[in-house]
């Protein structure tokens, strides 16, 4: 049987109600939204001389060739699958959310693009309730409107001009919402491992297409960022798949309401961006509303495991 760690104990000997594994994976979380908030600020640096499609394929590339220390140790057994077909369908949706984002991170504040990028959760939501079959209530339903409304309120459609950079942005979340509702399918029968592998294996290849008709050598300067880009990528979802194992998501899922904040720092400090207010209200809308919904899922597997035993 698994064992947890200890409590803390506190003076007078009794356990404290905060239990280091949740601290862990607190910090981990924290230094998740750091390092993947510096990786997009790379990016968003790198949009200014380069062309996002380059940018996509040489972050994967770099961020791939982390992997083969692993398959040196490893050899190829988690690559062994029965569903590359939809390992394929998985890497073309990200490749284009992945595109879609960079193109309007080009365009647009950075601390926009980041509480735009946050409905991605909603958007899998309902392609779930389509796709899957999945039944949502009502207050899941209410949290998809809060959401919707949050994601207006920074757009303002018919309070000032529609950005074609907010749009791609929203359409690059509406894609990987899509792909999470993939990886959500593929984890019934193959490992994180397997299915972040395969991730890179086809997105290199896909964002290859578009980039050779924009390709230009990068500097020594760019291929140093783009380097840093895909370490700090991989850093991120390694701290974030920590974080995941030390405690329970609910219990770190607002902390990711932090990537906002460093963007708008951020942004503040490298780009001399200031994110006006109906950015910080729709993106707080955006981010409670996804909070909940995965709450509210989570409590519904709880719920369906406690049931079949």
């Given at each position: 049987?698994?064992?947890?760690?200890?409590?803390?104990?506190?003076?007078?000997?009794?356990?404290?109600?905060?239990?280091?594994?949740?601290?862990?994976?607190?910090?981990?979380?924290?230094?998740?939204?750091?390092?993947?908030?510096?990786?997009?600020?790379?990016?968003?640096?790198?949009?200014?001389?380069?062309?996002?499609?380059?940018?996509?394929?040489?972050?994967?590339?770099?961020?791939?060739?982390?992997?083969?220390?692993?398959?040196?140790?490893?050899?190829?057994?988690?690559?062994?699958?029965?569903?590359?077909?939809?390992?394929?369908?998985?890497?073309?949706?990200?490749?284009?959310?992945?595109?879609?984002?960079?193109?309007?991170?080009?365009?647009?504040?950075?601390?926009?693009?980041?509480?735009?990028?946050?409905?991605?959760?909603?958007?899998?939501?309902?392609?779930?309730?389509?796709?899957?079959?999945?039944?949502?209530?009502?207050?899941?339903?209410?949290?998809?409107?809060?959401?919707?409304?949050?994601?207006?309120a920074i757009?303002?459609?018919?309070?000032?001009?529609?950005?074609?950079?907010?749009?791609?942005?929203?359409?690059?979340?509406?894609?990987?919402?899509?792909?999470?509702?993939?990886?959500?399918?593929?984890?019934?029968?193959?490992?994180?491992?397997t299915i972040?592998?395969?991730?890179?294996?086809?997105?290199?290849?896909?964002?290859?297409?578009?980039?050779?008709?924009?390709?230009?050598?990068?500097?020594?300067?760019?291929?140093?960022?783009?380097?840093?880009?895909?370490?700090?990528?991989?850093?991120?979802?390694?701290?974030?798949?920590?974080?995941?194992?030390?405690?329970?998501?609910?219990?770190?899922?607002?902390?990711?309401?932090?990537?906002?904040?460093?963007?708008?720092?951020?942004?503040?400090?490298?780009?001399?961006?200031?994110?006006?207010?109906?950015?910080?209200?729709?993106?707080?809308?955006?981010?409670?509303?996804?909070?909940?919904?995965?709450?509210?899922?989570?409590?519904?597997?709880?719920?369906?495991?406690?049931?079949?035993?």
């Open positions: 049987m698994e064992t947890r760690p200890p409590e803390a104990a506190t003076a007078d000997g009794t356990a404290a109600s905060f239990p280091r594994a949740t601290l862990r994976g607190v910090v981990f979380m924290a230094l998740s939204t750091l390092a993947l908030t510096v990786m997009t600020a790379v990016m968003r640096y790198l949009t200014a001389e380069m062309h996002p499609f380059e940018i996509s394929f040489l972050r994967n590339v770099f961020g791939f060739l982390m992997f083969l220390p692993w398959f040196v140790r490893q050899g190829w057994g988690p690559l062994r699958t029965g569903r590359l077909g939809f390992h394929a369908l998985r890497g073309v949706l990200q490749a284009v959310a992945m595109m879609s984002f960079l193109y309007g991170l080009s365009t647009i504040v950075l601390a926009k693009a980041v509480a735009l990028d946050f409905s991605a959760p909603l958007f899998a939501t309902v392609i779930a309730v389509f796709l899957l079959g999945e039944r949502i209530r009502a207050r899941r339903v209410a949290a998809l409107i809060l959401g919707l409304a949050g994601t207006l757009v303002r459609p018919g309070f000032i001009a529609l950005e074609t950079g907010s749009l791609l942005v929203l359409f690059g979340a509406f894609c990987w919402g899509f792909a999470l509702i993939a990886i959500k399918v593929l984890a019934r029968t193959d490992s994180s491992v972040t592998l395969y991730s890179t294996i086809f997105i290199a290849p896909i964002t290859l297409i578009g980039t050779l008709f924009v390709w230009q050598m990068p500097t020594g300067e760019q291929f140093a960022w783009l380097v840093l880009a895909g370490v700090l990528s991989n850093v991120g979802l390694m701290l974030q798949a920590q974080a995941i194992k030390e405690c329970e998501v609910t219990a770190i899922m607002p902390l990711d309401f932090l990537k906002l904040v460093w963007a708008a720092v951020i942004g503040f400090v490298v780009f001399s961006e200031l994110a006006d207010l109906w950015t910080w209200i729709g993106g707080i809308m955006i981010f409670g509303a996804s909070t909940y919904i995965a709450y509210r899922e989570s409590r519904v597997r709880a719920e369906r495991r406690e049931a079949g035993t």
